[in-house]
């Protein structure tokens, strides 16, 4: 390996906490932050709730796949609320104008990438566990009730979401928060061909080979399976796990790409729009 | 046997756009020493600096700093240099201590609580390290930004504009604090700086860049006896307004 190659992935747990403890800070200093963690997921989870709550009332079929609807709004919040915690915390350098000084540290791009999965957890964790929690009080539906199902779920959604968020962040680095609004309105591209609230044979027949490539239509046909069949498909998960090993690979290698850009476009210098 | 430059910068070129911000420069700076980096805006000082710091890519030409090539090696010797930039804040949010801490901890300090004392001690900022960087003044964001360039110890100092929007007692005092720095660590720093009483203060050397390219390369001493003026200032007029050539034309 040459010295330039081990440098450059040299990994370093000081500095990934040194990263992580700066997310840290700043969630521990601003309440509207912690705030905006959780209350969205609690609207939403409400109001899915609610709906479910209708449809169990008033439609056979929904009766027997009791928590199929929540089920699939707290899964699909760990894939958006994923990609949106590891890009909000990316974005954090840019509106701070913090970028420069870390692009000029000894940090390197996989310790600030690992870095950013671990915060994209975090903040998932402060909004997703007390709605989860107040799911089961509110309408009986216990997330934790899929067992280990629940832990291969997480895994897949969470990768998915950390792959895209790589994506994002190189996009914005490489052309200024001109490009934000992607963080924002990725995810919304996966919702209706992941088929989250609906099954994959609902789509024409033509769509549905695009939505078997997205890692996270293995899931929700994974929970709705569990949910209506009390069937766990372990072959799904395997398949979503090489789909998401794949997509990994590529936003890494498409946010290196794009940094080496950044770096000769002179974008790591004009952080603004 | 002589002692290899701390940056070394051959035939650099930047182009955006087909238009050269750099164009085909070439300068070694000697270890320890204090050079400054004239120019108008435009002149390619910023642009020369990011290209040292390894943050932009040159279109063609070399970098070496440290004995390491930029930005291809930049990871063998970040940890030795630090810079500061007006271009660059830290996060507002977090107090002047966490701030410290987290840099100390990027760049690798052993002692981090330390050496934040050290430097609030130097700095002046003792009473302020548990205050939000964002709700501080101009002149002590400065020294924020100081003792965050510091914090490392670098070998190697590159600052852009240091001490612009400071009023000039708080400039003066900055300026004293980097002097100081550099004699006694034996640092090496490039300024980058409109700033003549600055230049003039601080740097052994100056480097007077102009549409991309170095207009002249000397001691200010030197600088001053060739053009005839009494100050860098009007030297630095001279060479903006391109006097000199007119002089030149004229003798």
């Known amino acids: ?273 | 046997m002589p002692t290899a430059p701390a940056i070394k910068v051959e035939r650099l070129v930047k182009i955006y756009r087909q238009m050269p911000a750099v164009d085909g420069i070439s300068f070694a700076i000697a270890p320890g020493s204090i050079t400054g980096l004239l120019g108008g805006n435009g002149a390619g000082k910023t642009t020369t600096i990011a290209m040292i710091m390894g943050l932009l890519m040159p279109t063609s030409g070399t970098v070496t700093v440290l004995g390491a090539e930029m930005p291809r090696q930049r990871y063998r010797v970040l940890q030795r240099m630090n810079f500061e930039s007006p271009y660059v804040d830290m996060p507002m949010r977090l107090t002047i201590r966490q701030n410290l801490t987290v840099f100390g901890m990027l760049y690798g300090v052993p002692d981090v609580r330390g050496r934040i004392a050290e430097l609030a001690e130097t700095l002046d900022l003792t009473d302020l390290l548990d205050r939000p960087t964002g709700k501080l003044s101009a002149g002590q964001k400065t020294r924020v930004a100081l003792a965050k360039s510091l914090i490392n110890s670098p070998e190697l100092l590159l600052l852009d504009e240091p001490t612009a929007s400071l009023d000039p007692d708080t400039a003066d005092w900055v300026r004293a604090r980097l002097e100081r720095y550099c004699r006694e660590r034996g640092a090496t720093m490039l300024l980058a700086s409109h700033n003549m009483t600055e230049v003039e203060r601080l740097c052994a050397r100056v480097i007077i860049m102009k549409r991309g390219r170095i207009e002249d390369d000397d001691t200010p001493g030197a600088l001053l006896a060739r053009y005839s003026r009494r100050t860098l200032e009007e030297v630095f007029l001279d060479v903006a307004r391109g006097r000199d050539e007119a002089r030149e034309a004229a003798q």
């Open chain 1, 1 to 273: 390996m040459s010295t330039r190659t081990e440098n450059a992935i040299a990994f370093s747990p000081r500095r990934v906490a040194a990263m992580i403890l700066r997310y840290w800070y700043l969630l521990r200093s601003s309440w509207p932050r912690l705030l905006d963690l959780i209350y969205w997921p609690l609207v939403q989870m409400i109001t899915w709730g609610f709906i479910q709550v209708y449809v169990m009332q008033n439609a056979g079929f929904f009766a027997r796949a009791g928590g199929t609807l929540i089920g699939a709004l707290l899964l699909w919040d760990i894939l958006f609320r994923g990609q949106l915690g590891f890009s909000i915390a990316f974005l954090e350098e840019m509106w701070s104008r913090n970028i420069g000084n870390l692009m000029m540290s000894p940090l390197r791009p996989f310790e600030f990438i690992a870095a950013l999965m671990v915060m994209s957890v975090v903040r998932l964790a402060v909004g997703a566990v007390p709605v989860s929690l107040l799911a089961i009080a509110f309408f009986g539906f216990n997330l934790y009730g899929l067992g280990l199902a629940l832990v291969a779920f997480f895994f897949t959604l969470i990768v998915t979401s950390w792959a895209v968020g790589i994506f994002v962040s190189g996009l914005v680095l490489r052309n200024g928060l001109g490009a934000e609004n992607f963080a924002w309105s990725i995810m919304f591209v996966f919702m209706p061909l992941a088929c989250v609230y609906y099954p994959v044979a609902t789509l024409p027949a033509w769509l549905q080979p695009a939505a078997w490539i997205l890692p996270p239509t293995y899931v929700f046909e994974g929970m709705r399976a569990l949910l209506i069949d009390h069937t766990f498909r372990a072959d799904l998960m395997l398949e979503a796990l090489g789909l998401n090993l794949v997509l990994f690979a590529v936003g890494v290698f498409g946010f290196l790409a794009l940094l080496k850009s950044a770096r000769r476009h002179g974008s790591l210098m004009q952080t603004g729009e």
